[in-house]
């Protein structure tokens, strides 16, 4: 979001009208896969405790999406900024004073224009040596018209400002929704798995051939829309078209933020207060579709808080069969946006 508007918690107030959202979850309800066969929501798999993870006052309101690569952070701000972040030494994280990140980078559209408001962030098997991707749901110097887009950058410089090296704009092949309800969440899932899965590609009714595309990162993107719940995903081609290859009702209110955790070959989804903190975690079920495995509760020792980051440690870190989890609060509250959990592993 852009400095002079308030967390997204308040700023809800602005989503879509009714008339609006309904039709957006028609349109997406035509072709998206059920998750009416979700199973009941359990305890969180994992220890109950949660800590802060960051120093107090850091951030400020608006940290979103998370993507832990390593022995780094990537978060997502919502005011058009990227921070890398670096083990504290305490367990949890701080900003990386290297190479200008000492403050976050400002991110531009293509061109160097505008101001993305960056909601999730991935990397693809490259790493961010490939670059970091990410979501946004419109350019704040325009706030009210949606541009639902994943945008590519280049991280390896030392500059305080990000311009996109590519940027795939989606909003034509989407639902309409409110210009603060779009694209939240995004992450990246390997072709290996999708086709080991027998995944299949809606797009063609057989099964997903990465084959049938042009170079293409070596797997597929998928964002989750605030508005409608819904889970789509993308083979984003490098040279700037794309394709959907897939549509999942989430069978949440909301979708804020998606993680691949390629240790157990699932998909996490999560929502934030709007559904008291719910996470769900999906694999391809004997369809080729995208299904429901569990549904989660957040853990009792942590807040209704208004969390649009999830991310998990690497297998790497599995030490006694838990490992660490993160989740940024957009809220801030208690000025700490980050907290650190566990889960089984």
């Known amino acids: ?6 967390p997204e918690r308040r700023r809800r107030l602005a989503r879509p009208s009714a008339a609006l959202a309904l039709a957006a979850l028609v349109a997406g309800a035509l072709t998206a896969t059920p998750a009416s066969a979700a199973p009941g929501a359990v305890a969180w ?19 979103s999406g998370l993507q832990q690569e390593g022995g780094v952070m990537w978060g997502a701000q919502n005011s058009g900024k990227l921070w890398r972040l670096v083990p504290n030494g305490s367990g949890g994280w701080k900003p990386d004073t290297a190479n200008g990140w000492g403050s976050g980078k400002s991110l531009r559209f293509p061109g160097g224009t505008g101001t993305p408001d960056d909601e999730g962030v991935t990397v693809t098997g490259a790493g961010s040596a490939g670059g970091v991707y990410v979501s946004s749901e419109r350019n704040a110097d325009s706030s009210s018209t949606s541009r639902l887009s ?5 991280v390896s410089g030392t500059g305080g400002t990000l311009t996109a090296t590519r940027e795939w704009n989606l909003t034509p092949d989407l639902p ?3 210009s603060n309800a779009g694209l939240e969440g995004v992450t990246w899932v390997p072709d290996g798995y999708l086709t080991g899965a027998g995944f299949k590609d809606a797009s063609t009714g057989a099964a997903y051939s990465p084959g049938r595309y042009a170079a293409h990162t070596g797997g597929v993107f998928f964002v989750g829309v605030e508005g409608t719940g819904t889970v789509y995903g993308y083979v984003l081609l490098e040279a700037g078209g794309f394709t959907r ?4 009702s989430s069978g949440m209110a909301g979708v804020m933020e998606l993680s691949w955790e390629p240790q157990a ?7 934030d207060d709007t559904c008291s903190g719910q996470l769900r975690t999906f694999r391809v079920d004997g369809s080729g579709a995208f299904a429901p495995t569990a549904v989660y509760k957040r853990p009792s020792g942590m807040s209704n808080l208004n969390n649009e980051g999830f991310t998990l440690a690497g297998a790497d870190e599995c030490v006694g069969g838990s490992k660490p989890v993160y989740w940024s609060d957009d809220s801030n509250t208690g000025k700490h946006a980050l907290r650190k959990g566990a889960i089984t592993c």
């Open 45 to 63: 798999p994992g220890s109950s405790s949660v800590t802060t993870a960051d120093a107090s006052g850091v951030f400020g309101s608006d940290l």
């Open 176 to 178: 309409s929704t409110g």
């Open 150 to 154: 994943v945008l590519r950058y280049d």
């Open 265 to 271: 070959n699932r998909m996490w989804v999560v929502c």
């Open 1 to 6: 979001m852009t400095p002079s508007r308030t």
């Open 245 to 248: 290859v897939a549509t999942v």
